[in-house]
């Protein structure tokens, strides 16, 4: 794997074998070994121009288990605020000797700039830009099902006929946008429910079933219902109810989640607006998964920077992989 910029164009068997590396790290994690010597020597840079904590310090931890470097930078006080450019600021931590680049940024495509530019040679990993894409978030959601559902016995396994329903705001969400389409290359049926005006326009191209109730998709029994975060800071009032309506009709309650099917899991990918698109009971329930899928980011991880810096290198894009 050269470089990790979308889920659209992982095959089914690159997405297995990143869920199964993954598991390895778990067991490593389970078995109490800190460290890795793997990445000794290899310098893993996270540039992050966006805010984080879960997916940077995962990054961070990922890198450091694998014995790796790790070099942060944030574009809060940094020479981005004097208007550096992208290549410039990319180009200037290559020289101190990246390996991999994690990059976070608000716009989208981004990650496959950089990526394809020629500024760096180091492999690149896209940690969410924009409203486009969020694929590590979506392998370890990916990872979260397979484990609750498989157990121990997951490797090598997809996620065929399985139901997810992700509810909120699709429109601003690229981790909506990245478990579409890694959770449907994995077998799983997919249902988004959102309001009408939180609709992206192109969805009619995507592979799923598209419903505005919440409490019709909860009827179904899905597997997994995935609570997505209002993007309240990407939001315009045109496009959002009051938070009293959105929470009254797509919010996930107690009295939703004594609806869920038996067996049913209850995912977010953080950080969540607690009492908006998630009530603390739910958040807080045994059927929850929040910080399970936390947990697993970091196995998650840690198998993406060992495929890209350790693993056979096998061409420059998935996209390539896929449509050929
Ligand atoms: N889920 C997620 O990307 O969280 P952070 O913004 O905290 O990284």
């Known amino acids: 794997m050269r470089n990790l910029l979308d889920t659209a164009s992982l ?3 690159d997405a297995i074998r990143i869920l199964d590396v993954a598991e390895d790290m778990a067991d490593t994690q389970q078995r109490e070994i800190k460290k890795l010597p793997t990445l000794r020597g ?30 942060n930078f944030s574009a809060k006080g940094s020479s981005v605020s004097k208007g ?33 530019s020629g500024w760096i040679t180091a492999g690149v990993v896209n940690a969410g830009d924009g409203t486009h894409e969020h694929p590590t978030q979506a392998l370890l959601d990916a990872f979260t099902i397979r484990k609750r559902r498989f157990g121990g016995d997951s490797r090598g396994r997809g996620l065929d006929g399985l139901r997810v329903t992700i509810v909120g705001d699709v429109l601003h969400s690229r981790v909506a946008r990245s478990n579409v389409w890694l ?32 409490d019709e998709a909860i009827a179904h029994e899905p597997d997994a219902l995935m609570v997505l975060r209002i ?19 797509w919010g996930l309650d107690a009295e939703r989640l004594a609806a869920l099917a038996p067996g049913s899991m209850v995912m977010h990918p953080g950080p969540m607006n607690r009492g908006l698109e998630i009530s603390a009971d ?43």
């Open 183 to 214: 959770l449907t290359t994995l077998g799983a049926s997919v249902t988004l429910v959102s309001p009408p005006t939180l609709v992206p326009q192109d969805v009619s191209g995507w592979p799923v079933t598209i419903r505005y109730d919440l």
């Open 42 to 71: 290899k310098t893993v840079v996270n540039l992050f121009f966006e805010d984080s904590t879960r997916t940077r310090i995962s990054f961070e931890a990922a890198a450091k288990r694998l014995s790796a470097d790790v070099i």
């Open 231 to 249: 993007q309240l800071e990407r939001m315009s009032a045109a496009y959002f109810p009051t938070e009293r309506e959105y929470s009254r009709r």
């Open 11 to 13: 095959t089914r068997a």
């Open 84 to 116: 550096e450019s992208l290549q410039d600021t990319a180009q200037t931590l290559q020289a101190m000797g990246a390996d991999a680049v994690v990059i976070r940024h608000g716009a989208s495509g981004a990650p496959r700039t950089l990526a394809s």
């Open 282 to 324: 739910a958040a807080d329930s045994p059927r929850s998964t929040v910080l399970e899928q936390v947990a697993n980011g970091v196995s998650v991880r840690m198998a993406v920077l060992y495929l890209l810096l350790a693993g056979e290198r096998t061409g420059d894009d998935h996209r390539e992989t896929k449509d050929d």
